[in-house]
């Protein structure tokens, strides 16, 4: 296979499809058989040789899926460092394409976590960084001939915020993952791609007639007994009063654990939220009334005697 690549005799796509086929066949799903004294140093280098394989045309050919299930085994088995940034590297470019369960990578010691979380917040901070420097070589150019390369419109923006929440919630009960970690990972994606907060609120309570991706994470990470009123307040700090609905306005306004001084902003914001409403649909029914009107009034007028 090196031999083919190397002479150009056959595409990206094809060696990747061979390389998820020889991974499937020699790599162990178990992690016990991975990392066991037996097969751990045949294992570290099957899985070297399919990252070298890959390097030279950034994975184009294989799926972000069959990627980060390599970078577990990488984690596991303990490979090379620079095959291991090579890898990051490649993941990073797909990372929109992730799933949750693809995220869920396993922490080894001297980590306490049971995910790295560390280890997706540089995969996150790396897809940022490389969406920047696409976005801002030669924008024009991209919003106009070549439309198509854009990777990313406002729905896949916005796929791409619930997909960092889902993960937030998937760890947000490990009691050994730091709070500061916690708000990291969730301030890492840009507001564009969280336009709602009304998911917040329901944190702060054990209600969950709300139900949203984030509301869940905040539940469960304030469920920390180690929390201080400190670190709770800090919490709140993720959520933006003003982009709360009215009826999760209403909510906070009732909600015991929320802090004073935060129910005092979101009572503010919601308040100029429902004197805009009744200006628009004052606004709304003038208008209409107008129109009513004009169409109204030639009738009229041909009905008066001459």
Known sequence: MITLKSEGRIDGILIGEALKTFAVRWLPDSIDALVSEVHNKRNKVLVETIICLLSSDKGIGCSCNFLLKLLKVVVLVGADDSLREDLINTVSLKLNEASVDDLLIEA???????????????????????????????????????TG??????????????????YLT????????????????????????????????????????????LITALDEIQEHPSLTKAERKKLCGLMDVKKLAINASMHAAQNDLLPLRVVVQVRAAAEVQVLSNIIRDASHSASNTE????????????????
């Open 108 to 146: 080894v010691s001297p980590q306490t976590t049971t995910y790295d979380v560390g280890l997706v917040q540089c995969l996150i901070n790396r897809f940022w960084m490389n969406e920047k420097r696409s976005q801002d070589f030669d924008s024009g150019e991209r919003n106009t001939k070549r």
């Open 149 to 166: 390369e854009v990777i990313f419109g406002h729905g896949s923006w916005l796929n791409f915020g619930k997909l960092i929440d889902r």
């Open 170 to 213: 998937e760890i947000a009960s490990d009691s050994y993952l730091s709070l500061t970690s916690f708000i990291d990972l969730a301030k890492s994606i840009p507001e564009s791609a969280r336009p709602i907060h009304d998911g917040f609120l329901v944190s702060f309570g054990r209600e969950q007639t709300k139900m949203s991706i």
């Open 291 to 306: 129109d009513d009107s004009a169409r109204t009034v030639p009738e009229h007028s041909m009905s008066l005697p001459k």
